[in-house]
T-cell receptor
């Protein structure tokens, strides 16, 4: 069972470059999320998608964009990377059509360094 | 502004003793609370949850307590084991959005 697959696992990127972090889930979960983890700040929600075709902004959306063309894929794009976007990025999914009660399943993370 | 807060960045406990991790929240709309455990270089994994209609949920060595009036929840681990050493994140759900605390790093000393 793969669950959630993120790619790449690690990347070093020059400032100003465009980067897309990929996320695929095989659990047919309706909701997907992108978080970044930073020391002392915990996990902060960047963008989310409750169902295919819809997206929403989280706590720290600036500088990031997402798309949800289908149920399984939820890529996160940095149009022009900046050093403050150096972080570990986690993709997550949840089956929460019934509302509260769904847990989040996380990928293994993508470590991004912007120089 | 942080809606979910974990004020203790770290905690050390002797093996076999109880570990108590605390979490406070500010949003009264939160209706579901979760605890996640995270090892280095891995994604967080779900540990235990509690609905806002309950005040306690137990699963083996792990018990979560919820005090809605105080907007406070806690995770009790007893007895603590060295394998429990990890970072623990508290999370809360409001309308399908999950908000996380900053984490508490637990070290269980053999």
């Amino acid at each position: 069972i793969a669950g959630i697959t993120q790619a790449p696992t690690s990347q070093i990127l020059a400032a100003g470059r465009r980067m897309t972090l990929r996320c695929t889930q095989d659990m047919r979960h309706n909701a997907m999320y992108w978080y970044r983890q930073d020391l002392g700040l915990g996990l902060r929600l960047i963008h989310y998608s409750n169902t295919a075709g819809t997206t929403g902004k989280g706590e720290v959306p600036d500088g990031y964009s997402v798309s949800r063309a289908n149920t399984d894929d939820f890529p996160l794009t940095l149009a022009s990377a900046v050093p403050s976007q150096t972080s570990v990025y986690f993709c997550a999914s949840s089956n929460n059509l019934a509302g509260a009660g769904g847990e989040l399943f996380f990928g293994e993370g993508s470590r991004l360094t912007v120089l | 502004d942080q809606q979910v807060k974990q004020n203790s960045p770290s905690l050390s406990v002797q093996e076999g003793r109880i570990s108590i991790l605390n979490c406070d929240y500010t949003n009264s709309m939160f209706d579901y609370f979760l605890w996640y455990k995270k090892y280095p270089a891995e994604g967080p994994t779900f540990l235990i949850s509690i609905s806002s209609i309950k005040d306690k949920n137990e699963d083996g060595r792990f018990t979560v307590f919820l005090n809605k009036s105080a907007k406070h929840l806690s995770l009790h681990i007893v007895p603590s084991q060295p394998g429990d050493s990890a970072v623990y994140f508290c999370a809360a759900n409001d309308r399908n959005q999950f908000y996380f605390g900053t984490g508490t790093s637990l070290t269980v000393i053999p």
